[in-house]
């Protein structure tokens, strides 16, 4: 009777965790959580985190500076590929994201953090390794911003905040 109970618990048990597993990992093939919007960390179980100075994703544009109401062209590149991604363009002068992203690849969708289409995130687990977006500023001035894009190569194995060169608004005294 008590190796019966024992085995019984054990079954139960091993149910419970796989279908724990089963959904976080559904939930987070299809996009990053809304816990992630302030510090951009995946919400994964036992997740790692590497150096954002040792890895291997560029984000950048090919503008130096921008004026309110600007498309700003945003590329990510990357020499391995990845699973999954969250990006977000943010004031240098208190790290608030701003502005809305207008074009995305396929693979990727909008996120409301704090307003309409600020954040882009993952749409499916499909491979990914060079994406194109267009950033749209917003029509009253914000000051100099920076892109940042966090990547999820695997479940376990992720880099956060990886950020661009500073994009100054221009027209500023």
Not at 12 to 29: E, I, P
Not at 46 to 65: D, I, K
Not at 123 to 141: C, E, G, I
């Amino acid at each position: 009777m008590e190796d019966g109970g024992r085995a019984h618990t054990a079954i139960v048990g091993w149910a419970c965790m796989t279908l724990c597993l089963v959904s976080c990992a559904a939930a987070f093939s299809q996009g990053a959580s809304l816990s992630a919007c302030t510090d951009m960390m995946p919400r994964h179980l036992r997740v790692q985190l590497h150096s954002s100075n040792n890895n291997y994703v560029t984000v950048r544009t090919n503008m130096s500076f921008y004026f309110p109401g600007d498309k700003v062209p945003v590329t990510v590149r990357s020499t391995r590929d990845y699973m999954g991604f969250m990006l977000q363009a943010r004031k240098v002068s208190n790290n608030e994201i701003a502005g809305t992203f207008i074009f995305l690849p396929p693979g990727s969708k909008l996120l409301t953090c704090f307003e309409d289409g600020d954040t882009v995130t993952h749409s499916d687990k499909s491979l990914k390794r060079n994406l194109s977006f267009v950033w749209k500023a917003p029509d009253q001035p914000i000051g100099d911003i920076k892109f940042f894009i966090s990547i999820v190569q695997s479940y376990f194995v992720y880099w956060a905040k990886i950020e661009s060169a500073v994009v100054a608004q221009g027209g500023q005294n």
